[in-house]
């Protein structure tokens, strides 16, 4: 049976709700502070712990329950003798119910220039405590850590008048997920100033279960860290369509990535986890036309990501082809109409902000994870060199727009650019003179004039063969990190084809 419960809540959502239906069930309620002052406020009999413990909240209320009558009521073995004569020595009557959630404090220093005493302030010692003291006595106590466990645990209660043992250890493990993930977001903020400490303790929160993994023999799941500023999903809705499956979201992913990289407006369509078609136009509807027609056979059940509001034509238009997730800031509700007619997923966000600068990224291997700084920064001009050729402006605008999307493209990576369109696009290649050959095969494909066009590689080239051959298809500029043993002779190749070559002494591989 439930007859006695300690209640100690920040967040005190349900709560008026929750603790009437414990006493309705005949609990004893024991609550501390501000709880206290919430409970009685809606009519309820309560004990608070200053009654209980006869001592005062102490030191700004940083102290409240860390006391004998509080912890001793709570870990006591009910089948231990000693315990329960320990009890009764100390006139302590023991807690069937523990129901606690901390200070928020990962929602705090998420906020931008948060000063550092107010994040220390909620740093909550109380609360985790007696909530792992709980979890650590699930054979005899049940331990409440979210307010969405509530409408459960009364359900269980008004059925059986107890709480399961396996009830208990369920409500046990959540409890210590919910304190280390409390103490990951503290010492991930603590360590904040080193880039790669010796322990990391990155947290991750489930966003959404999703039907399967790349596979349908794989479970999969979505996950955000716990003090993550945004993520994939966050402040996003999905408008029509089915659920979001793995797949989906890596190619969402690389799509947000991308269109991040442009401020006019754009188009990016990807499929699996690789851009086959981007482009600017002067329109929304035009941004996406030239997108498809980059390589409208691979766009077929693609992720496409506009940055600019669908109107009902471009609606119409893109209810025309078979897209699995469509991504936009709105929609025109004729455009939704049109939409709801197939079965694409239609997604819409409310903000476009990039990433925290400082968030790293990770690629699982085996036992562990290897661990990098993203692959973050806008792509200007600064820093780059002209070794070759002359650049003009319209070149230039070529240049760094394939770089900027070949930056997301699996390494080795090639993208052929024309008009600020992708014309051709291969990455995930063992050989970047392949790479090439296959950029240019896609663009001849599917119509695409060579001649003029502007090529960027993530990576340089280790021989001049991969420049010689995309100089013979008509390309005219070429952009690439350099650093090769042999960059003269790819140099000498573009300066003899008077075309132009730009090292921009930076790499992007993306593995």
Same mark, same amino acid.
């Given at each position: 049976?439930?007859?006695?419960?300690?209640?100690?809540?920040?967040?005190?959502?349900?709560?008026?709700?929750?603790?009437?239906?414990?006493?309705?069930?005949?609990?004893?309620?024991?609550?501390?502070?501000?709880?206290?002052?919430?409970?009685?406020?809606?009519?309820?009999?309560?004990?608070?712990?200053?009654?209980?413990?006869?001592?005062?909240?102490?030191?700004?209320?940083?102290?409240?329950?860390?006391?004998?009558?509080?912890?001793?009521?709570?870990?006591?073995?009910?089948?231990?003798?000693?315990?329960?004569?320990?009890?009764?020595?100390?006139?302590?009557?023991?807690?069937?119910?523990?129901?606690?959630?901390?200070?928020?404090?990962?929602?705090?220093?998420?906020?931008?220039?948060?000063?550092?005493?107010?994040?220390?302030?909620?740093?909550?010692?109380? $609360?985790?405590?007696? @909530?792992? +003291?709980? &979890?650590?006595?699930? =054979?005899?106590?049940?331990? *409440? #850590?979210?307010?969405?466990?509530?409408?459960?645990?009364?359900?269980?209660?008004?059925?059986?008048?107890?709480?399961?043992?396996?009830?208990? $250890?369920?409500?046990? @493990?959540? +409890?210590? &997920?919910?304190?280390? =993930?409390?103490?990951?977001? *503290? #010492?991930?903020?603590?360590?904040?100033?080193?880039?790669?400490?010796?322990?990391?303790?990155?947290?991750?929160?489930?966003?959404?279960?999703?039907?399967?993994?790349?596979?349908?023999?794989?479970?999969?799941?979505?996950?955000?860290?716990?003090?993550?500023?945004?993520?994939?999903?966050?402040?996003?809705?999905?408008?029509?369509?089915?659920?979001?499956?793995?797949?989906?979201?890596?190619?969402?992913?690389?799509?947000?990535?991308?269109?991040?990289?442009?401020?006019?407006?754009?188009?990016?369509?990807?499929?699996?986890?690789?851009?086959?078609?981007?482009?600017?136009?002067?329109?929304?509807?035009?941004?996406?036309?030239?997108?498809?027609?980059?390589?409208?056979?691979?766009?077929?059940?693609?992720?496409?990501?506009?940055?600019?509001?669908?109107?009902?034509?471009?609606?119409?238009?893109?209810?025309?082809?078979?897209?699995?997730?469509?991504?936009?800031?709105?929609?025109?509700?004729?455009?939704?109409?049109?939409?709801?007619?197939?079965?694409?997923?239609?997604?819409?966000?409310?903000?476009?902000?990039?990433?925290?600068?400082?968030?790293?990224?990770?690629?699982?291997?085996?036992?562990?994870?290897?661990?990098?700084?993203?692959?973050?920064?806008?792509?200007?001009?600064?820093?780059?060199?002209?070794?070759?050729?002359?650049?003009?402006?319209?070149?230039?605008?070529?240049?760094?727009?394939?770089?900027?999307?070949?930056?997301?493209?699996?390494?080795?990576?090639?993208?052929?650019?024309?008009?600020?369109?992708?014309?051709?696009?291969?990455?995930?290649?063992?050989?970047?003179?392949?790479?090439?050959?296959?950029?240019?095969?896609?663009?001849?494909?599917?119509?695409?004039?060579?001649?003029?066009?502007?090529?960027?590689?993530?990576?340089?080239?280790?021989?001049?063969?991969?420049?010689?051959?995309?100089?013979?298809?008509?390309?005219?500029?070429?952009?690439?990190?350099?650093?090769?043993?042999?960059?003269?002779?790819?140099?000498?190749?573009?300066?003899?084809?008077?075309?132009?070559?730009?090292?921009?002494?930076?790499?992007?591989?993306?593995?």
């Amino acid at each position: 049976m439930i007859k006695r419960a300690l209640i100690s809540v920040y967040d005190k959502t349900g709560l008026e709700e929750f603790a009437s239906s414990l006493v309705e069930l005949g609990c004893e309620l024991v609550a501390s502070g501000d709880t206290t002052e919430t409970l009685k406020s809606h009519g309820l009999k309560v004990t608070s712990v200053e009654e209980l413990t006869k001592s005062p909240e102490m030191l700004g209320g940083r102290v409240k329950t860390l006391h004998p009558s509080v912890h001793a009521a709570i870990l006591a073995r009910r089948d231990r003798e000693d315990d329960v004569a320990a009890l009764s020595e100390n006139d302590i009557e023991p807690f069937d119910l523990v129901c606690v959630n901390f200070c928020p404090f990962a929602k705090v220093v998420a906020r931008y220039g948060v000063r550092e005493e107010d994040a220390v302030e909620m740093i909550d010692i109380d $609360r985790p405590t007696i @909530a792992r +003291a709980a &979890a650590k006595n699930f =054979a005899h106590v049940g331990v *409440i #850590s979210r307010a969405d466990q509530y409408g459960v645990i009364l359900d269980e209660l008004r059925q059986t008048g107890s709480l399961s043992q396996e009830t208990r $250890r369920q409500l046990a @493990a959540e +409890a210590f &997920a919910a304190t280390a =993930a409390y103490e990951s977001a *503290i #010492s991930a903020w603590f360590s904040d100033r080193e880039a790669f400490p010796e322990t990391m303790t990155t947290t991750f929160v489930k966003v959404l279960d999703l039907p399967y993994g790349e596979n349908p023999h794989q479970r999969g799941a979505l996950y955000a860290e716990a003090y993550s500023r945004r993520h994939l999903l966050s402040r996003v809705e999905q408008l029509h369509g089915r659920e979001l499956s793995f797949n989906n979201l890596n190619d969402l992913s690389t799509a947000r990535l991308i269109i991040d990289e442009f401020t006019l407006p754009a188009c990016v369509i990807v499929n699996h986890g690789n851009p086959c078609g981007v482009a600017v136009g002067a329109s929304p509807e035009e941004a996406f036309i030239r997108a498809l027609s980059a390589d409208p056979t691979s766009a077929y059940s693609s992720v496409v990501i506009l940055n600019r509001p669908i109107s009902a034509e471009l609606g119409s238009l893109l209810a025309e082809q078979f897209i699995d997730v469509l991504f936009a800031p709105a929609y025109a509700q004729k455009a939704v109409d049109a939409l709801r007619k197939q079965e694409t997923r239609v997604l819409t966000h409310y903000e476009r902000r990039r990433g925290d600068p400082g968030e790293k990224d990770y690629k699982r291997v085996l036992g562990g994870i290897l661990v990098q700084d993203r692959d973050w920064g806008l792509e200007d001009r600064s820093g780059m060199e002209v070794v070759c050729g002359e650049v003009g402006e319209e070149a230039w605008g070529d240049l760094l727009f394939a770089w900027k999307v070949v930056k997301h493209v699996m390494s080795n990576g090639i993208v052929i650019a024309r008009g600020l369109q992708t014309i051709g696009v291969c990455g995930g290649q063992p050989s970047r003179l392949d790479a090439v050959k296959v950029a240019i095969e896609r663009a001849l494909q599917h119509g695409h004039d060579l001649n003029g066009a502007s090529l960027a590689s993530d990576g340089f080239f280790p021989f001049p063969d991969g420049p010689k051959l995309a100089l013979e298809a008509g390309i005219k500029n070429i952009i690439e990190p350099g650093g090769s043993k042999r960059d003269r002779e790819a140099i000498e190749t573009v300066r003899e084809a008077e075309a132009s070559m730009v090292f921009t002494h930076r790499r992007h591989y993306r593995h």
